[in-house]
């Protein structure tokens, strides 16, 4: 973090030596005189192994601008209930471990595009999972649904992907120069590697 960075004074008492720290959102860095180790998980949790039961620390938060990781081995990883569903479609589409993604990508979003549609109206689900009831019966639903198989697919194909949400807004203010975000402009995407 930059020195410009607010910064803010916790004074906390820890119950046990071992625990995360309070800390607000967007923390970027901890820092406390008292603990020589903490250690964080990159999502913003920062946890401490010999804490003292009085404490105090400071926090350095903001906006943390753009901090992609690189992909590791949970980017890789397809829940055991769906392993054969993902892993069977993805023989099926050709998407073999070693071909480069530009050439994976089009296959996946015409499986898609020819095989699903989209929906918010979402009936009730049978006694499956959603994203097998999604791949095997239902064939439509929301981006949610949409982003999740192809992560999944994707992973199964040997490629890093990642699941993520935010919004996706354009309305601008007729009032001020600014743009309006709803409820209604939540969406979610694939991020792949």
């Avoid at 960075?5 to 607000?24: D, E, F, H, Q, S």
């Avoid at 906006?63 to 992609?68: A, K, L």
Wanted: glycine share 6%; with cysteine; charged share 25%.
């Amino acid at each position: 973090p930059t020195p410009s960075r607010p910064k803010l004074t916790i004074l906390t008492r820890m119950k046990k030596a071992k625990g995360i720290l309070r800390v607000p959102q967007n923390a970027l860095g901890v820092n406390c005189s008292a603990i020589s180790n903490i250690k964080t998980n990159g999502l913003g949790t920062f946890v401490v192994d010999n804490a003292p039961g009085f404490m105090i620390y400071n926090v350095r938060y903001g906006d943390p601008g753009t901090r992609i990781q690189p992909p590791g081995k949970l980017d890789l990883a397809v829940p055991d209930r769906e392993k054969a569903l993902f892993q069977n479609l993805a023989v099926e589409l050709g998407l073999e471990p070693d071909k480069p993604v530009q050439k994976v990508l089009p296959k996946i979003k015409k499986y898609f595009f020819t095989n699903f549609s989209y929906t918010l109206d979402l009936k009730s689900r049978g006694k499956t999972s959603p994203i097998t009831d999604f791949m095997t019966r239902t064939r439509t639903r929301h981006c949610e649904y949409f982003a999740t198989a192809t992560v999944l697919l994707l992973r199964a194909a040997g490629i890093p992907a990642r699941y993520v949400s935010g919004y996706m807004a354009f309305e601008k203010s007729p009032m001020e120069n600014k743009i309006v975000v709803r409820q209604k402009h939540a969406h979610a995407w694939t991020e792949v590697f």
